[in-house]
């Protein structure tokens, strides 16, 4: 695919204006890109057609017209007949200048890349104020699950306490594997990709990478915040280990990767990715497979759930389609709680309760526990729960995944102190 594109990014202030029909650029035909398709196919009185799709290698096969491929961006964005720039390829660099690219000429965009999203959004909601037009993207985070429209019109108010939920659905897949049929981790995380849930790189997925991006978008949407991604703690599956797995069941809970985002006071907030022990009445525990679920409470109203398909070409496709037939009624996202509130501060200076599996004393000491409330030491491993400073963490957080250690968040977090400083 050719991204030099910069010819096209003068700017431009036209209004997109929506036509009768919708007839879209299409960028990336994998997984999602085909699920899109064919789901477009089953969706008669949908009024969208694919004019072309921008493709990075022509020689692959493709059971459609040749006439319908091109691996030329440019033709794409300068098409005056083509009114919507769908965005689904993998990379992010190459998204992020293919989404600036259409904005900047007045098209309106749908995207699914949580990656480019995450690193970018502040930047793109206000290309979208400069121009004009408009950029949804549903389909970035949970799948099938519609958290972003609903984030941004059913929760409009400053009720929203938490939102913890499970949004990737290949760790998801891959836990299930090995909590209910015994299968090991690099199997389960075989068949993941090959199912078309994971990631073309699946440390994305199994460290939490993928469910961080996914938790920033949705935190611009619930809070009106916009947290870098570096400044944020992930940590993910790569490292759990049989013990890890025993202690669980030993206690009857469940292992899953959840993302939190917690309000703790009227000012502030905080947020990271964790695996997570999770107790039977949970609404999450029986979420399995590839399934995302996302819980949101609220003052008043308690606990509310999401479920449904957070990974695979048909439920993202679907997503996707969803947005295309938003753009016809002419949707676009408010940013509400950016535009009618005061955002909520971000803030890492809160102690979370962890479980730490350790075989070294030197690594134990890297985590700067403040409180241990239990302890268990064999001739093989150790482990430990206690509470630690989130800032402690998001210091090792690079070195994490090498260590000889496996994290798991026990549910429990609080303010640590009065102090409250994002650091
Ligand atoms: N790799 C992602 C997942 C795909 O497993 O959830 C959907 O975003």
């Known amino acids: 695919m050719e991204t030099s594109i910069a010819t096209l990014n003068q700017k431009s202030v036209n209004t997109p204006s929506v036509s009768e029909t919708q007839v879209i650029g299409l960028f990336g035909f994998g997984t999602v890109g085909r699920g899109l398709y064919h789901v477009l196919e089953q969706s008669p009185t949908t009024k969208a057609r694919i004019k072309r799709v921008c493709i990075k290698n022509s020689e692959k096969e493709r059971d459609l017209p040749q006439s319908l491929f091109t691996t030329d961006a440019q033709s794409l964005l300068a098409d005056e007949e083509i009114n919507l720039i769908v965005e689904l390829i993998d990379n992010a660099t190459d998204a992020y200048h293919i989404v600036k690219s259409a904005l900047l000429a007045g098209k309106s965009v749908v995207s699914g890349n949580k990656t480019m999203l995450a690193h970018h959004l502040e930047e793109l909601i206000a290309l979208q104020q400069e121009t004009?037009?408009?950029?949804?993207?549903?389909?970035?985070?949970?799948?099938?699950?519609?958290?972003?429209?609903?984030?941004?019109?059913?929760?409009?108010?400053?009720?929203?306490?938490?939102?913890?939920?499970?949004?990737?659905?290949?760790?998801?897949?891959?836990?299930?594997?090995?909590?209910?049929?015994?299968?090991?981790?690099?199997?389960?995380?075989?068949?993941?990709?090959?199912?078309?849930?994971?990631?073309?790189?699946?440390?994305?997925?199994?460290?939490?990478?993928?469910?961080?991006?996914?938790?920033?978008?949705?935190?611009?949407?619930?809070?009106?915040?916009?947290?870098?991604?570096?400044?944020?703690?992930?940590?993910?599956?790569?490292?759990?280990?049989?013990?890890?797995?025993?202690?669980?069941?030993?206690?009857?809970?469940?292992?899953?990767?959840?993302?939190?985002?917690?309000?703790?006071?009227?000012?502030?907030?905080?947020?990271?990715?964790?695996?997570?022990?999770?107790?039977?009445?949970?609404?999450?525990?029986?979420?399995?497979?590839?399934?995302?679920?996302?819980?949101?409470?609220?003052?008043?109203?308690?606990?509310?759930?999401?479920?449904?398909?957070?990974?695979?070409?048909?439920?993202?496709?679907?997503a996707v389609l969803s947005d295309i037939t938003a753009r016809f009624h002419d949707y676009r996202y408010e940013y509400k709680k950016r535009s009618y509130f005061s955002p909520?501060?971000?803030?890492?200076?809160?102690?979370?309760?962890?479980?730490?599996?350790?075989?070294?004393?030197?690594?134990?000491?890297?985590f700067g526990f403040t409180e241990i409330s239990e302890k268990y030491s064999s001739r093989e491993y150790s482990w430990v729960i206690g509470k630690l400073r989130l800032s402690s963490l998001i210091s090792i957080k690079e070195l994490l995944p090498k260590l000889n250690v496996f994290l798991a968040f026990t549910g429990n977090v609080e303010p640590n102190g009065t102090g409250g400083n994002n650091e």
């Open 132 to 318: 004009g037009a408009a950029l949804l993207y549903d389909a970035s985070a949970c799948g099938s699950i519609p958290v972003i429209r609903n984030l941004e019109e059913y929760y409009d108010n400053d009720l929203l306490l938490s939102i913890k939920g499970i949004l990737n659905g290949s760790t998801n897949y891959i836990l299930s594997r090995i909590f209910t049929d015994g299968q090991n981790y690099s199997d389960a995380l075989k068949r993941a990709q090959e199912l078309g849930f994971a990631e073309s790189n699946p440390s994305f997925d199994v460290e939490g990478l993928d469910a961080l991006y996914k938790l920033i978008i949705l935190t611009v949407h619930g809070f009106g915040t916009y947290v870098h991604p570096q400044q944020a703690f992930n940590y993910g599956i790569s490292n759990l280990g049989q013990p890890d797995i025993r202690y669980a069941r030993e206690k009857g809970l469940k292992l899953k990767l959840v993302a939190t985002l917690a309000k703790l006071n009227k000012e502030r907030f905080t947020l990271f990715v964790m695996p997570t022990f999770v107790k039977p009445d949970e609404y999450i525990y029986n979420v399995e497979e590839e399934y995302n679920g996302v819980v949101i409470e609220g003052a008043f109203y308690e606990k509310q759930f999401m479920f449904g398909k957070g990974a695979g070409g048909f439920p993202t496709g679907s």
């Open 344 to 366: 909520l501060a971000y803030t890492t200076n809160v102690l979370v309760e962890v479980y730490l599996r350790y075989t070294s004393p030197v690594d134990l000491d890297l």
